[in-house]
């Protein structure tokens, strides 16, 4: 069974989502230990650049594991503020820790967006 912290929010794609994710805020954003788990060992990951404008629900990054290449969705709109460049060289981190040095980017909040609660989001996955 996949951890769900409490003190997050969670995008029905698997992302997770840390902070106030209020407009003007900036969140930090990574993938669900559920989705880690399901994708395998993490070999490669394509992130954002700092300054992109990212939507929500739209690809902005890919993640390629053992099993498969998978696209990296943003669960908030905003703008880009910075992306955890040790991913480059130490992707297993996404695997390791999920909601630690797993992180991948972090972003400015543009405006309002659609999260679920822990408890929503383990309904979610079970």
Same mark, same amino acid.
């Given at each position: 069974?996949?951890? /769900?912290?409490? +003190?997050? @929010?969670? %995008? $029905?794609?698997? &992302?997770?989502?840390?902070?106030?994710?209020?407009?003007? %805020?900036?969140?930090?954003?990574?993938? $669900?230990?559920?989705?880690?788990?399901?994708?395998?060992? /993490?070999?490669?990951?394509? @992130?954002?650049?700092?300054? +992109?404008? /990212?939507t929500a629900g739209e690809v902005c990054g890919e993640l390629e594991s053992s099993k498969?290449?998978?696209? @990296?969705?943003?669960?908030?709109?905003? $703008?880009?503020?910075?992306?955890?460049?040790s991913l480059r060289h130490g992707p297993g981190a996404i695997n390791a820790e999920?909601?630690?040095?797993?992180?991948?980017?972090? /972003?400015?909040?543009?405006?309002?967006?659609?999260? @679920?609660?822990?408890?929503?989001?383990? &309904?979610?996955? %079970?």
């Amino acid at each position: 069974m996949s951890s /769900v912290p409490a +003190d997050l @929010l969670y %995008s $029905t794609e698997h &992302e997770w989502v840390g902070g106030d994710a209020e407009p003007g %805020s900036v969140v930090t954003i990574g993938i $669900t230990e559920h989705a880690a788990d399901a994708l395998g060992d /993490v070999v490669y990951v394509e @992130l954002p650049s700092v300054g +992109d404008p /990212v939507t929500a629900g739209e690809v902005c990054g890919e993640l390629e594991s053992s099993k498969a290449v998978s696209e @990296l969705y943003s669960p908030v709109t905003g $703008t880009v503020t910075a992306v955890n460049e040790s991913l480059r060289h130490g992707p297993g981190a996404i695997n390791a820790e999920p909601y630690d040095a797993g992180w991948i980017f972090k /972003v400015e909040v543009g405006e309002d967006a659609e999260l @679920l609660d822990a408890e929503a989001y383990a &309904e979610h996955i %079970s």
